[in-house]
């Protein structure tokens, strides 16, 4: 089957780093997505990589690396409202209309 | 632009009873998606259109019906409610790329 697994919970504080990672099992996908969403809001594109290798936007970075079957979401400089819930997703080249979500990754961040 | 709305943002229904949520989007995209999510939880797809007049079943479609009879809109209907679709539902919708944008949401309870 098709599945992505994230942890479920993570802590860290303030000004730190933090790192969310995100193992598939999927045959085939166009680009591994992360999608960040508030309590009480709906989910916002945050990054994109179609290609191996590291993606940087802002204090966010997302890595794909294929082989591997695993990516992951950089955040720097952690902020208060960085506290969200993170969600990796991708699209199967099979049957490619529909995008597969991991269950997401809950990130509280402490002062 | 609006981007992605839904109607209504509130719902109570009594089992058995019926509704209709509409999405609607003015980005002129070809895919549309309805997911719901439960507490703690990922997304998980319901129904989606690949374009006008076309709609084709997701992971969960078992309860509910949709219609795109309009490029622009994308409705969601409940039959008979049940307790079990107590839950966040959103719309998405896409263009060429993965990036989905997603409405603000739809919070039904069913009791």
């Known amino acids: 089957g098709q599945s992505l697994e994230q942890p479920s919970e993570v802590t860290a504080v303030e000004g730190a780093i933090v790192q969310i990672n995100c193992t598939y099992q999927?045959?085939?996908?166009?680009?591994l997505s992360w999608y960040q969403q508030h309590d009480g809001g709906a989910p916002t594109f945050l990054s994109y990589?179609?290609?191996?290798g590291l993606e940087e936007t802002g204090r966010f970075s997302s890595f794909l690396s294929r082989s591997d079957s695993y990516g992951y979401l950089l955040l720097q400089e952690l902020q208060m409202k960085d506290s969200a819930s993170y969600f990796c997703?991708?699209?199967?080249?099979?049957?490619?209309?529909?995008?597969?979500f991991g269950a997401g990754t809950r990130l509280f961040v402490k002062a | 632009n609006a981007g992605v709305t839904q109607t209504p943002k509130f719902r109570v229904l009594k089992t058995g009873q019926s509704m209709t949520l509409l999405c609607a989007q003015d980005?002129?995209?070809?895919?549309m998606y309805w997911y719901r999510q439960d507490p703690g939880m990922g997304l998980r797809l319901i129904h989606y259109?690949?374009?006008?007049?076309?709609?084709a079943k997701g992971e969960v479609p078992d309860g509910y019906n949709v219609s795109r009879l309009k490029k622009q809109n994308f409705l969601l209907g409940l039959e008979s409610a049940a307790p079990s679709q107590t839950s966040v539902y959103f719309c998405?919708?896409?263009?060429?790329?993965?990036?989905?944008?997603f409405g603000p949401g739809t919070r039904l309870t069913v009791l």
């Open positions: 998405a919708s896409r263009q060429s790329t993965d990036t989905q944008y």
């Open positions: 999927t045959s085939g996908f166009y680009g």
């Open positions: 990589n179609a290609l191996d």
């Open positions: 997703a991708v699209r199967p080249d099979t049957g490619g209309f529909k995008t597969i």
């Open positions: 980005m002129n995209h070809e895919y």
């Open positions: 259109s690949v374009g006008e007049g076309t709609t």
